[in-house]
């Protein structure tokens, strides 16, 4: 257990519908990371937030957007979905200095 | 853009052999992380490596990195059938201060055959 929690485990939708995925990270950890993992796309970095802020952005579509909480959890919102968003949504967290980021259980997604 | 390539994508092998697993990487980075995947489960952290010569053991797994090839190596000593997994290597996406996105590779599919 790497002590990052995500909710929920599965969610069903239909195209065009919006979710809200959400995580919180490891005790102390100011730093959160969303991936997708797909069959077709691998493993790909979404976006970062340290301590509340946007830090970095990766292959986020603008039909995705993130933001962190002043209690540090964070989520992951996802509209006008498509059946290729359908995949594994992963949230990490790290704590500065350690690099070192830690993989939650995931959400599995599936667009019907 | 970052790239990061691994090979072999797919690896059958049989118990007790030895084996390394690739992972070159396309621009500057000094910093260099090993995960494990079972299927359908999220990623395990194995190895981080933060410098140039790195090298870390557990077990029959040992990781190293070489940042003036831009390489990075995955050993397995004496497999045994509970390393079946894939194995992925990732890379920073941007340098600097903090622990920033990763960039990972396809993944490494290993399966290890009694």
């Known amino acids: 257990d790497s002590g990052v929690t995500q909710t929920p485990k599965h969610l069903i939708t239909a195209t065009g519908q919006r979710v809200t995925l959400r995580c919180s990270p490891r005790s102390g950890d100011l730093s959160v990371y969303w991936y997708q993992q797909s069959l077709d796309q691998g493993l790909q970095f979404l976006i970062q937030?340290?301590?509340?802020?946007?830090?970095a952005k990766g292959n986020i579509l603008e039909r995705f957007s993130a933001q962190q909480f002043p209690d540090l959890h964070s989520e992951l919102n996802l509209s006008s979905l498509e059946l290729g968003d359908s995949a594994l949504y992963f949230c990490?967290?790290?704590?500065?200095?350690?690099?070192?980021?830690?993989f939650g259980p995931g959400t599995r997604l599936t667009v019907t | 853009e970052l790239k990061v390539e691994q090979n072999p994508l797919f690896l059958s092998m049989q118990e007790g052999k030895n084996y390394t697993i690739y992972c070159n990487y396309s621009?500057?980075?000094?910093?260099l992380y090993w995960y494990r995947q079972d299927p359908g489960k999220s990623l395990e952290s194995l190895f981080v490596l933060l410098s140039n010569g790195a090298v870390k053991q557990e077990g029959r797994l040992m990781a190293s990195l070489d940042t003036k090839a831009r390489l990075s190596t995955l050993h397995i000593t004496a497999a045994v059938h509970d390393l079946s997994a894939t194995y992925f290597c990732?890379?920073?996406?941007?340098?600097?201060?903090?622990?920033?996105?990763?960039?990972f590779g396809k993944g490494t599919h290993l399966i290890i055959q009694p």
């Open positions: 990732a890379v920073d996406w941007l340098s600097g201060g903090g622990a920033d996105g990763l960039t």
């Open positions: 621009t500057t980075s000094d910093r």
């Open positions: 937030y340290y301590n509340g802020e946007e830090r």
């Open positions: 990490a967290s790290s704590g500065t200095p350690d690099y070192e980021q830690y």
